[in-house]
């Protein structure tokens, strides 16, 4: 009971600085945030229910990207361009998840969960490998979108302000803010990773691990694998996201 109290109130605090900061857009992200947990919590419960998990990927993918950025940014022109682009770079970027999962097969559980399941039978009726896929598709989706509408965002904002401005200048100015968010994006992946990796880098720390069965640990391999999925996306979208917000310029 004390432990949820204390998530309520935080909630509650993030919410008031959400509004404080950013008024109603603060509140549109809010509620982005509270509906991609439910997202969240549906897919899983339509997973365990026997749902095709490929079918609920392929429905809930759009609808995660939509609510992360019309509910992210105040600007029409911004959401659509960035949904747009986004979309298309989830696609190649699921294209090298099923390749890459396949090869390194690493799904299921690792060494780690031998205790806990001891007794119980593996035999759960789905799909370790299609779960893994979903979990990493989900998982590189905000940095996606995250990149996407930082970039048109601020192309957007130059040709606001500069309606003369070439094409060969906007796409030096996009050159120097994805130089910017590429930098803040992958740090951002990088410390998010070792902060939730930190008590497995213990465990091998204190296990004595040498470096090859770390580096043949399922759950290492599997979220190291996120993390550079993470950065295909984000070096797709700084490029991809001006190319196709120029040609929308153009027209």
């Given at each position: 009971m004390h432990m949820n109290n204390i998530f309520v109130l935080l909630l509650l605090l993030l919410l008031g600085l959400m509004i404080l900061v950013g008024g109603k857009t603060g509140l549109k992200s809010y509620l982005s945030i509270i509906i991609n947990a439910l997202l969240i919590i549906l897919v899983a419960l339509l997973i365990s229910w026997g749902i095709n998990i490929i079918g609920v990927a392929i429905v809930f993918i759009p609808l995660k990207l939509a609510t992360i950025i019309y509910?992210?940014?105040?600007?029409?022109k911004v959401a659509?361009?960035?949904?747009?682009?986004?979309?298309?770079?989830?696609?190649?970027?699921?294209?090298?998840?099923?390749?890459?999962?396949y090869v390194a097969?690493?799904?299921?559980?690792?060494?780690?969960s031998g205790e806990e399941l001891v007794g119980l039978s593996l035999q759960?009726?789905?799909?370790?490998?299609?779960?893994?896929?979903?979990?990493?598709?989900?998982s590189t989706l905000g940095a996606i979108?995250?990149?996407?509408?930082a970039m048109s965002a601020?192309?957007?904002?130059?040709?606001?302000?500069?309606?003369?401005?070439?094409?060969?200048?906007?796409f030096k100015s996009a050159e120097q803010m994805g130089d910017d968010i590429l930098g803040t994006a992958i740090n951002t992946i990088l410390f998010g990773f070792f902060g939730s990796f930190l008590p497995l880098f213990i465990w091998f720390m204190r296990l004595n691990y040498s470096l090859v069965e770390i580096l043949n640990d399922k759950l290492f391999v599997s979220e190291a694998l996120i993390v550079v999925?993470?950065?295909?996306?984000?070096?797709?979208?700084?490029?991809?996201?001006t190319i196709f917000l120029v040609k929308g310029l153009k027209k």
């Open positions: 509910l992210g940014t105040h600007d029409y659509r361009n960035s949904f747009l682009t986004a979309l298309a770079i989830s696609c190649i970027v699921i294209v090298l998840i099923i390749m890459f999962e097969q690493a799904a299921g559980f690792g060494d780690q759960a009726g789905i799909s370790f490998p299609q779960i893994s896929i979903v979990v990493a598709i989900f979108a995250e990149a996407s509408v601020g192309i957007l904002e130059l040709k606001r302000h500069d309606k003369d401005i070439t094409i060969r200048q906007i999925y993470s950065f295909v996306g984000v070096l797709l979208t700084i490029p991809l996201t």
